[in-house]
């Protein structure tokens, strides 16, 4: 049969076919569609005088289109090999056809995906933009440092780490006590770069991430950390989307990892008692997402309520809604439950930030006392502990050289007259290897925990509210 992509004196012409006695039968069809099949000669082959024979492409009329299964040919060259990116295209209806035998090699098959992959394919053009389109939020993170951002400079050696949170201006120092270094010498540069400050300290410069920033944001009372905030996402089980209830703003850090978690389709609504708690958790919630459009094409969602109110009074503000999950960090939470209690849905997670054990017992009490349909699930403290390896050091800052213990030539030799007879005897294998063979490493390391490590901060409850079943 004709192979598809041949070139030159090596195909056949059609009207020499013709000729042949034993497919006088087959008629005038079979011809006319195998003429697609062939490819123009190149140009090439054409020059040096072999490529004289041409395949005779079947014409079609106006209204007619070329079948699907007609490669496309560019020129002179024959059928195009088809590039990586025009292969990517959503999957379009084909016509079914008929099974193959199971003769047909393995060639023919790759051939025939390739000509009806061709068909219908998008441009070049259209599938570059789209996937540029697609990863524009990971390119933005590439981008230099611009004026009005905020910028994590951070140096220290083992365990001593030192962080400063600024605002990157124009003009202007960034001073520490580990030296000063213009802003106009940090504007530019991009994300993991070194510098050197005017006493010689060497820190690196990073956009912060949501956990730097809540760790060194200005913080009126104490803040929700990151690793309890953790722990309380995965309690409420928030999806995109969700409406979720925070009683106590506190600073802004578990409104701006609710923020997050709910997405531009979710809302957060977030009550405050105390007015300078409030206006500081606005505060930091608007610098987060400032400085986060100002280095991100996708801005950040502005999908959370501050409210200026104590939440066992807002029964009329929160009538008309239904939460997927609430949040709570109070001092006295009990207090606040038989008010959200309505308006959480059934099934719904409320998780409780409490610092003392003396308070998730008054919760509980609280719970009992007033007939509430909440199960406690879970309640969990988290502990993290911060680990220290590195290399050892001397004091005078000189890395330590491992000490090879000496080895005692006599009492080497009879080890290894002993081992040549135990070998002999019990036929040990000749590859394995002993444990004396592996030298010892050139420097020692130090492994332990760091000594300072964040202790207990709060207890978490995990509450669900169901639903009775009366007889």
Not at 3 to 8: N, V, Y
């Amino acid at each position: 049969m004709l192979i598809a992509g041949c070139r030159g004196p090596v195909l056949l012409r059609l009207r020499d076919l013709r000729k042949l006695p034993f497919l006088h039968g087959l008629g005038r069809d079979p011809f006319e569609r195998a003429g697609p099949l062939c490819c123009k000669p190149s140009q090439r082959d054409t020059q040096d005088g072999e490529g004289q024979h041409k395949a005779a492409p079947k014409k079609f009329s106006g209204a007619e289109s070329p079948p699907p299964s007609v490669p496309p040919s560019i020129g002179d060259i024959g059928i195009r090999c088809l590039s990586s990116l025009e292969s990517l295209r959503l999957p379009t209806p084909r016509e079914e056809s008929p099974p193959r035998e199971s003769e047909d090699s393995s060639g023919d098959q790759g051939q025939s995906d390739l000509t009806q992959r061709g068909s219908g394919a998008p441009s070049l053009a259209a599938l570059v933009e789209e996937l540029n389109v697609s990863s524009s939020w990971s390119t933005s993170r590439t981008e230099p440092f611009r004026a009005g951002e905020l910028i994590l400079a951070e140096t220290g050696k083992r365990e001593t780490q030192f962080k400063k949170l600024f605002r990157l201006s124009t003009a202007g120092l960034l001073n520490s006590s580990w030296g000063a270094v213009p802003f106009s010498d940090i504007v530019g540069k991009f994300p993991g770069q070194i510098l050197r400050s005017s006493s010689g300290k060497h820190f690196m410069l990073k956009r912060p991430a949501l956990e730097d920033y809540v760790l060194l944001m200005k913080r009126g009372p104490a803040i929700t950390y990151p690793k309890d905030i953790s722990m309380m996402l995965l309690m409420m089980n928030i999806h995109p989307g969700d409406t979720v209830l925070e009683a106590g703003s506190g600073s802004g850090g578990m409104s701006l990892f609710l923020s997050k978690a709910v997405g531009s389709q979710g809302q957060v609504i977030s009550f405050e008692i105390r007015k300078d708690h409030h206006e500081l958790a606005k505060k930091n919630y608007k610098q987060w997402c400032d400085s986060w459009n100002i280095s991100h094409v996708e801005k950040w969602p502005d999908n959370v309520d501050f409210i200026h109110k104590d939440i066992s009074g807002a029964t009329e503000d929160i009538k008309s809604l239904t939460f997927d999950a609430v949040a709570l960090d109070m001092l006295n939470p009990q207090v606040a439950l038989p008010v959200l209690y309505p308006n959480l849905k059934y099934g719904g997670i409320c998780a409780v930030y409490l610092a003392n054990i003396t308070q998730v017992i008054e919760l509980l009490d609280g719970i009992r006392i007033c007939e509430l349909a909440l199960s406690c699930e879970k309640i969990s403290e988290v502990i993290v502990r911060d680990w220290l390896v590195c290399l050892a050091k001397q004091k005078n800052g000189i890395l330590a050289r491992k000490v090879e213990p000496e080895i005692n030539v006599d009492l080497q030799l009879h080890s290894q007259k002993k081992n040549r007879i135990e070998g002999e005897i019990f036929q040990e294998d000749d590859h394995e290897e002993s444990h004396s063979d592996f030298p010892y490493g050139s420097f020692p390391y130090i492994a332990r925990p760091i000594h300072w490590q964040t202790g207990h901060t709060a207890f978490l409850v995990k509450l669900r509210k169901y639903k009775l079943q009366f007889n």
